[in-house]
């Protein structure tokens, strides 16, 4: 299979489980995560009508913007976020899904240069709750939002999750509602959230049943990687 069949075929089970839920395929956006992949490999996509890309390691995403710029593309940080790199990342990217600390949403925002529109951002949540994995738990987030609300070279999107992996569907389910439910809340204490980033190759469909709007995939488009770097 070509990247560009599997893009198609990609698409295909995005309307399909959109149709199934009662909602429009137009609502769930596709980013293709690109990271390991070679700048050859990005091309075919965007030959294909491809044009958001998530990268998690900053110099990789540097090299590939850079070499990339002469096409309009979305590009979006999916990856842990040391401080030292918050300059180049709110100098690179339209959106960051991996904001897990108030400190860096304060460094990106003071280093989100004047003359660029603000730099989306989503929250990562940590649905597991395991206290080695990054991310923020539910009960910490309204006032962690309150606080971000007011850094005006931000633009607060939404939520974003990437659970352990789990084969049973309505395991996959089940996790994904938490994030859903703490979302649909969110919105009913008046923040204007828009966006579920979650949803990756093995469990898009649970994930678009629960309410994703940005579904993450890079196995299913790009092939397996060859070394696992998340
Ligand atoms: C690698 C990665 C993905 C894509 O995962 P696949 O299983 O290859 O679709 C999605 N989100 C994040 C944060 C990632 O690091």
């Not at 300059?87 to 990217?93: C, D, K, Q, V």
Request: aromatic share 6%; glycine share 4%; charged share 20%.
């Amino acid at each position: 299979m070509t990247i560009a069949q599997n893009l198609q075929h990609v698409c295909k089970r995005i309307a399909d489980t959109a149709q199934r839920c009662h909602r429009s395929a137009h609502t769930v956006n596709l980013l293709a995560v690109s990271k390991t992949r070679s700048i050859d490999d990005i091309v075919h996509a965007i030959n294909a009508g491809q044009t958001r890309f998530g990268e998690n390691q900053l110099q990789e995403a540097i090299t590939k913007i850079n070499a990339l710029q002469d096409y309009h593309l979305e590009w979006h940080f999916i990856g842990h976020i040391q401080s030292n790199k918050t300059r180049e990342i709110a100098h690179y990217f339209t959106w960051v899904h991996s904001i897990d600390r108030y400190k860096i949403a304060k460094r990106l925002n003071e280093q989100r240069p004047a003359h660029m529109p603000p730099l989306n951002i989503c929250l990562q949540i940590n649905l597991d709750e395991e206290a080695t994995k990054s991310g923020i738990t539910i009960d910490e987030l309204p006032p962690l939002i309150i606080k971000i609300q007011s850094l005006t070279h931000l633009h607060l999107r939404g939520l974003m999750a990437i659970p352990a992996k789990q084969q049973d569907y309505h395991a996959q389910q089940n996790t994904f509602a938490k994030l859903r439910r703490a979302f649909v809340e969110l919105q009913q204490q008046g923040f204007p959230l828009d966006t579920l980033s979650m949803g990756m190759s093995h469990d898009l469909e649970a994930a678009i049943e629960q309410g994703a709007t940005i579904v993450r995939i890079g196995t299913d488009i790009f092939g397996e990687r060859r070394e696992k770097t998340c």
